[in-house]
C-alpha cells in the first residue's frame, strides 16, 4: 500500500486568533508545524528554520492595538523587521519542496472608507498598525521575482472570535447583551 504524505505547513502566530483558528480547521488535511518562538528573535528562527522540511509557510505573527511611542518600536520590530527577517531567511536557506509562503496582512492598509474597497484600490494606512502591514507587502512586492518561493498576501476584514480581546467592539457588544439576558 502507497503511503499517503500530508503536505507541510509552517505558521507563525500559532497561539493567536487566526493561526489557531486555522490549526483547528486543517490539523487533519495538513501536517502543521507551529513555530515555538517569538519572532523577533532572528538568529533563534534562522536556526530553528534551516533544518526544517515543509511545503507552504503562513506568516500570521503581528501585534495590533495600542498607539504609544513605545509601541511604535515594537510594532516596527515584530510587524515588518522579523516579517522581512522571515522572508530573507526563507530565500536563503532554499528549502526543498518548499513552495510558498503567504503573508497574512490587514484592510488596515486601506486607511478608513465608507464604501465598498478593492484590492485595486490605493493603500493608505490611517493608523500605525496598518501602515506596518504595508511596509512588508511593499517589500513582497518589490522582491517577489528575485524570491525562489511564491509569495501571496492575504488582507483580513474583520475577524472575531473567543480569543479576541475584551476592548473589541464586538466583544463589548457580547458582553452588553450577555448582562442584559441574565
Not at 487533519?28 to 522540511?53: D, L
Not at 516596527?76 to 518548499?98: A, D
Not at 498598525?129 to 501571496?152: A, H, M, P, R
Request: hydrophobic share 30%; proline share 2%.
Amino acid at each position: 500500500m502507497k503511503k499517503v504524505y500530508k503536505k507541510k505547513i509552517v505558521i507563525t502566530g500559532g497561539n493567536g486568533l487566526l493561526g489557531s483558528y486555522f490549526q483547528k480547521k486543517y490539523k487533519y488535511k495538513y501536517s502543521i508545524i507551529k513555530y515555538p518562538y517569538r519572532i523577533e528573535h532572528f538568529k533563534k528562527f534562522q536556526n530553528w528554520i534551516k533544518n526544517k522540511k515543509f511545503n507552504y509557510f503562513i506568516h500570521f505573527a503581528a501585534i495590533t492595538k495600542n498607539e504609544s511611542k513605545k509601541f511604535k518600536k515594537t510594532l516596527n520590530l515584530i510587524n515588518v523587521k522579523s516579517s522581512i527577517n522571515i522572508i530573507k531567511s526563507l530565500n536563503n536557506y532554499k528549502i526543498k519542496n518548499f513552495e510558498y509562503f503567504l503573508f497574512i496582512s490587514s484592510s488596515h492598509v486601506y486607511g478608513y472608507s465608507n464604501k465598498k474597497i478593492s484590492e485595486k484600490k490605493n493603500r493608505k494606512p490611517a493608523n500605525p498598525y496598518g501602515n506596518s502591514k504595508k511596509k512588508v507587502e511593499d517589500f513582497i512586492l518589490k522582491n517577489n521575482k528575485t524570491l525562489y518561493f511564491s509569495c501571496g498576501i492575504a488582507r483580513v476584514f474583520n475577524t472575531t472570535g473567543y480569543k479576541q480581546k475584551r476592548e473589541i467592539l464586538f466583544q463589548i457588544c457580547l458582553q452588553k447583551l450577555k448582562t442584559i439576558t441574565t
